[in-house]
């Protein structure tokens, strides 16, 4: 939480230094005499349903740059993160935004749905998969902005020319940040197999030193889960891969008698078709493969619908520029996992959504683009009716 809050000021400070710059009205290329301008105006009323893991940040990359680029905003926090929203929209009208401008909106599913129902001139949401298709279904039928942050199964290949300890480290805290409760954690290993072994002792013993505990404790490094139904989620992943054969390294319980706590857990032996495999387990877990070579690894992270961020370690520069071309992700990140950049877009491919936040892309997808065409001079021209025999039309009306 306290990186949350203190890595917000930077993005608004990104967001106010570029807005004017994205808002610039442009001169194009056009004829003799002619004027011609792209300006950017408001999409109008926007839509923002939040999600409850980083609210600060989620929210903030779509309600700051809406308001910046002069829209109204409908938000909806998370059911799972109430009072947060309540506390946003307080400090945005002690800020001196008006009530009218930005609004909360709380409260479950039932009222989302109902949200994206209104005369909305735009769709903001980040969620699950599922809910992602429901809104799409809604928004589509009108032919209104759409954008959709649906996570992903991100993957991490680690090659054979790196330190293996580090790798491990730098694997597991992208696994097991925020109890694997981050759109962007990574939940599928692919490692070199003259590596593997090596890197599976490492990740066990880095695992095992971790601390379980209260959050607001400074020594914890892994809190609870949001509820019983997340950490069942993640029972139900690991459970299922154990029945058909995976191996269990280290975890795969729940631990303490208070708060859902499930042990950080490294499994071997997974295959494609287990679900710790193919769907979003949110939670911490490290379920390793073995690969015979780089190619090998890169159509294993192909192989599910999602593309929200990938991870490679890996010393060899042609390596990665290879995975950097060839793994489908929004975001590819080369021995350095998860860090994020204001500056840069932020989005998937395939199943994990529709768009991007952050960057010049997360202002611009508050604005309508606008093309105004001026011609100072009113007379007729050569190209209109009629068209003569032997004569051609100089230029045809696009």
Known sequence: MLDEINGLPARI?????????VLSPQEVHNEAGMVERISHEPLGV?????????PYFVGGNVFVPALLTGNAVLYKPSEFATLTGLE???????????????????????????????????VFFTGSYATGQRISREAGARMI??????????????????????????????????????????????????????????SKSFVESLNIGDPMDENTDIGPMINAK????????????????????????????????????????????????????????VPVVEV???DEAIELANSVPFGLGANVYTRDFEKMLKCARGIRAGTVWINDPLTDNDAAPFGGYGGSGIGRELGREGLEAFQESKHVHIDPRVEKKDWWYPYGKDEEPEQRVM
Not at 13 to 21: A, G, I, M, Q
Not at 91 to 114: D, S
């Open 292 to 294: 015979d070579s780089l």
């Open 13 to 21: 400070n990104f967001f106010l230094d570029s807005v004017e710059r």
């Open 145 to 202: 902005k759409l954008q959709l942050e649906l996570g992903g199964k991100d993957p991490t290949y680690v090659c054979d020319d790196v330190d293996v300890e580090v790798a491990a480290q730098g694997a597991v805290w992208a696994a097991c940040l925020n109890a694997g409760q981050v759109c962007t954690s990574s939940e599928r290993f692919y490692v070199d197999k003259k590596v593997a072994a090596d890197f599976v002792e490492a």
């Open 230 to 285: 997340g950490r069942q989620k993640v029972e139900d992943h690991v459970g299922q891969a154990l029945d058909r054969g995976a191996k269990l390294v280290t975890g795969g319980g729940r631990f303490g008698e208070r708060g859902f706590f499930y042990k950080p857990t490294v499994l071997t032996g997974v295959e494609p078709s287990m679900r710790v495999m193919s769907e979003e387990t949110f939670g911490p877990v």
């Open 46 to 54: 926007i839509a923002n349903i939040s999600a409850w893991n980083y």
């Open 88 to 122: 946003i929209g307080r400090l945005l009208h002690a800020a001196g935004v008006p009530a009218q401008i930005f609004a909360v909106l709380t409260g479950g599913g039932a009222v989302g749905a109902e949200l994206i129902k209104q005369p909305v001139d735009g």
